[in-house]
């Protein structure tokens, strides 16, 4: 960082400027979106652990249902509440819910079915997995706007090849995703094994079971993490939607209120993929469109704020307030 912009930061917070913000959003639901966490016992634990004091300190945590109940009641939201859920279900966010329960601070927990039943791992694990691997000096990807080459011979060089993929592929129709995901791993001269490494593990269901058990809320993110923007059709879309919540519910033995879209951004949802959502029941629908929720918002495309462990503590404080993001 360099010292201008630590110097700018300390002036914001010496003014007052962050709890001014705070003050401003005060009505605002946030609601937070992590997705991974690391190793137990790593710098990460520390990290979260000073997020949860600030949390408690300054925000007031409510459960996902909780909030829902509020945003369509006459009466206003607690100032300044606070949701935080956890994308995907990787099992490094076992020891998070810990560390959030500690605090007594509600999480909920969107999984990808399909991935903890170990039928599939998340396919931008796939792609990213394949380029990390791959010992191929240059690839070619040969899509509709015609073939484009990548270097593949630094780090860097695969990180940025990886990406790109990624997002050209959240573009393609479902049966182009799939079909490219599929050969990816052949191309770059690397075979996929049947499950992920420990570091892209899901949860159990076993684990999942036990923290229902202690409170956590389970949410469905569908069962193979698709775009639902496109997906080909409505018996698609409800075999990802109404599929995943089957199976939680299959395994928890409760109701599942609250859904994850996909990446979630306004790109990567439809006006059908909504209603199926809307038909399927649920309380909640959250998105990844960044800012603060108000009373009347709809339940179905809420927003949320993204962040880390870590986050230096200076972003995190201001991406709370609703004005970064």
Not at 102 to 119: E, M, Q
Not at 265 to 270: A, C, N, T, V, Y
Request: charged share 20%; aromatic share 10%; net charge positive.
């Amino acid at each position: 960082m360099s010292a201008w912009k630590q110097v700018a930061q300390r002036a914001v917070q010496w003014s007052g400027g962050i709890r001014l913000a705070r003050h401003m959003s005060r009505q605002g639901l946030r609601i937070l979106t992590y997705h991974r966490f690391g190793d137990p016992g790593g710098a990460w634990e520390k990290a979260l652990q000073q997020q949860c004091v600030h949390f408690r300190r300054y925000y007031h945590p409510v459960s996902l249902t909780e909030a829902a109940a509020m945003l369509r009641s006459a009466r206003p939201l607690p100032p300044r509440s606070l949701v935080i859920t956890i994308d995907d279900g990787y099992r490094d966010c076992l020891p998070a819910c810990r560390l959030f329960r500690s605090f007594g601070i509600p999480v909920t927990v969107y999984v990808a079915t399909d991935f903890l039943d170990g039928l599939t791992w998340l396919w931008t694990d796939v792609a990213r997995w394949a380029f990390q691997q791959t010992s191929v000096a240059e690839w070619e990807y040969r899509g509709p706007s015609g073939p484009v080459r990548f270097s593949l011979v630094s780090p860097a060089l695969r990180r940025l090849a990886q990406f790109q993929i990624i997002e050209t592929l959240k573009l393609a129709s479902n049966a182009e995703r799939l079909q490219w995901i599929r050969e990816l791993p052949r191309q770059l001269g690397v075979s996929l094994p049947p499950q992920p490494p420990p570091d892209l593990a899901p949860l159990s269901w076993e684990e999942v079971g036990s923290l229902a058990g202690q409170g956590v809320e389970f949410g469905a993110h569908t069962r193979s993490h698709p775009i639902l923007s496109r997906l080909a059709g409505e018996t698609e879309l409800r075999h990802e939607v109404d599929g995943s919540r089957a199976r939680i519910e299959q395994e928890i033995g409760r109701p599942v209120l609250h859904f994850c879209y996909p990446n979630g951004r306004p790109q990567d949802l439809s006006p059908l993929a909504v209603e199926v959502v809307r038909r399927a029941g649920f309380q909640t629908a959250v998105t990844t469109a960044p800012g603060l929720n108000y009373r009347g918002a709809d339940s179905l495309l809420l927003k949320r704020l993204g962040v880390e462990p870590d986050l230096s503590p200076f972003d995190f404080q201001t991406v709370l307030t609703g004005l970064r993001r």
